[in-house]
C-alpha cells in the first residue's frame, strides 16, 4: 500500500512523494523497495490520475507487479485477501531499504523516538514513539477500516487498528535520522544530501592497487549524481565509444603512443559509464549490461594489441603480435583465477594503457609489454588460486 496523497498540502509546490531521488521519484523507490519486500499488487491512493501516477505505473508492471490506483478505501476489500499481508509506505516517507527488510522479518509498525522524529513530521504513537511510515500486518485488518469515513487517511488508520490489534512495535535506532537515512516529506537538499551518500555506496569496494579503476569507480558516482535521470545515463559510455574509435584511427596514423593513451581514456570512461548504468538500474527489473557497454569490454583488450603491434620495431618480426597477446592473455587468466582482492589490479585497463602510452611515447613498448607479461607470470606463483 503506497499513497501519494499529501498530509499538508502546499499550493504551487510539488508533491513530496514526487520529488526526485537518485533519478526517481520517491514514491518510485517506495515501490522498489515493496518489490524488494516480495509484494505482487501494489495498491497506490490518488486523488487523480496525472503523468507521475502514469509513470509509476509503468515502472510497477515493468517489474511484474499489479498496479491498482486507489481513491477509496473500499477499492482495497477486493485487492487484499484475508490470509494476505499488507507492507505499507505513508506518503512522502523514503526509508532506509535494508533496515526495513530486517526489521520486518514478521508482522511489525516500524517506530523512531519521538523527541527526534515528530518534529520532523512523523506521526505519535505514544510519549515516547512516533510511527516511521512503514509496517506489515495482516491483511484481514483491513476490513476494519470500512467502519472508518471515506475521506480517512489510510495509512495511518491501519496503523492505528494494527497496534490496537496487537501488531507489536519496532524500534529503530535514532541513528538513521541523525544521519539522515530515514526521511518523510523530505525537502530537496535534504534528498540531494542523502543521493549523494546513496550513490557513493554502490560504488565497488577497489582498492588502490587497481589504481585506475578506484579512481574511475569515484569519478563514475560523481558523474552519476549529475545525469541519472536526466536522460543521459550513456553518456560516458558513448564517450568511451568515440574514444576507442580515435585510438585506432588517430593511434594508426600519429603513433600508437598516442592511440594507448586514447585506450586509457576509453577505458577510464567504460567504467564510469558501469557505475552510472549500476546505479541507473537500481530498483529497477534485472536486465543485462547495455549492449555497447558490452561491446566495448571485449573490444579493448584487441585495441590494446593492434596498438602495441604498431608501436613495435618491424624486425621483431612475428613477436610483434606475440608480446602483446601474451600480455593481455596472462592478465585475462590472472583476473579470471586470481584471488579476489588482486582480480582488480589484473583488470584495471586504464593503468595498464596509461603506462604503455608512456613506453611507446619513448619507444619501448615492446620491452616494457614482455616486462610486465613476465611480472604477471611471476606474480601467480605468490598468490593463493581464487574461489572463483
Known amino acids: 500500500m503506497l499513497s501519494t496523497l499529501e498530509r499538508n498540502p502546499e499550493p504551487g509546490l510539488l508533491r513530496p512523494a514526487f520529488r526526485s531521488y537518485a533519478g526517481a521519484m520517491v514514491v518510485e523507490r517506495q515501490l522498489d523497495l515493496a518489490l524488494q519486500m516480495g509484494c505482487e499488487i501494489v495498491a497506490c491512493f490518488v486523488d487523480r490520475i496525472e503523468r507521475e501516477v502514469i509513470e509509476l505505473q509503468r515502472r510497477a508492471e515493468e517489474a511484474g507487479l499489479k498496479f491498482v490506483p486507489v481513491r477509496e478505501t473500499a477499492r482495497l476489500f477486493s485487492l487484499v485477501g484475508e490470509n494476505d499481508e499488507i507492507f505499507a509506505v505513508a506518503s512522502g516517507v523514503l526509508p532506509e531499504p535494508d533496515t526495513v527488510e530486517r526489521s520486518l522479518k514478521g508482522h511489525g509498525v516500524l517506530a523512531l523516538p519521538a523527541d527526534l522524529a515528530v518534529p520532523l513530521g512523523f506521526e505519535r504513537i505514544d510519549l515516547e514513539l512516533a510511527w516511521a511510515g512503514v509496517m506489515l500486518v495482516p491483511g ?126 576509453s577505458a577510464m570512461l567504460a567504467r564510469m559509464g558501469r557505475v552510472v548504468e549500476r546505479v541507473a538500474r537500481m530498483g529497477k527489473p ?18 590494446i594489441v593492434f596498438l602495441l603491434y604498431l608501436g613495435s620495431p618491424e624486425e621483431f618480426g612475428y613477436l610483434r603480435w606475440f608480446v602483446p597477446v601474451m600480455l593481455v592473455g596472462l592478465l585475462r587468466l590472472a583476473e579470471r583465477f586470481a584471488s579476489e582482492p588482486w582480480r582488480s589490479a589484473y583488470a584495471d585497463r586504464i593503468l595498464l594503457a596509461g603506462i604503455l602510452s608512456v613506453a611507446a611515447f619513448f619507444g619501448f613498448s615492446s620491452e616494457v609489454s614482455a616486462v610486465l607479461a613476465l611480472l604477471i607470470l611471476v606474480s601467480r606463483f605468490f598468490q593463493p588460486v581464487g574461489e572463483g
Not at 470500512?146 to 535506532?173: C, F, H, K, W, Y
Not at 555506496?201 to 577497489?206: G, K, M, T, V, Y
Not at 543485462?288 to 571485449?298: A, F, M
Open 140 to 265: 484481514k485488518l483491513i476490513k476494519t477500516l470500512g467502519n472508518l469515513p471515506e475521506d480517512v487517511d489510510a495509512p495511518s488508520a491501519l496503523m492505528r487498528i494494527a497496534l490496537q490489534n496487537g501488531t507489536r512495535i519496532v524500534q529503530l535506532d535514532r541513528k538513521l535520522i541523525d544521519e539522515q537515512e530515514w526521511h518523510i516529506d523530505p525537502n530537496p537538499k535534504a534528498l540531494a544530501e542523502r543521493e549523494r551518500k546513496w550513490i557513493d555506496a554502490q560504488r565497488e569496494p577497489i582498492a588502490f592497487t587497481a589504481p585506475g579503476l578506484a579512481v574511475a569507480e569515484r569519478a563514475g558516482a560523481r558523474l552519476a549524481r549529475d545525469v541519472v535521470g536526466r536522460g543521459a545515463e550513456r553518456s560516458a559510455t558513448v564517450a568511451s565509444a568515440v574514444f576507442a574509435i580515435l585510438a585506432l584511427g588517430l593511434g594508426s596514423y600519429f603513433g600508437a603512443w598516442l592511440g594507448l593513451g586514447l585506450a586509457a581514456c
Open 286 to 303: 534485472e536486465t543485462k549490461p547495455s549492449l555497447l557497454h558490452r561491446v566495448l569490454e571485449w573490444a579493448l583488450d584487441p585495441i
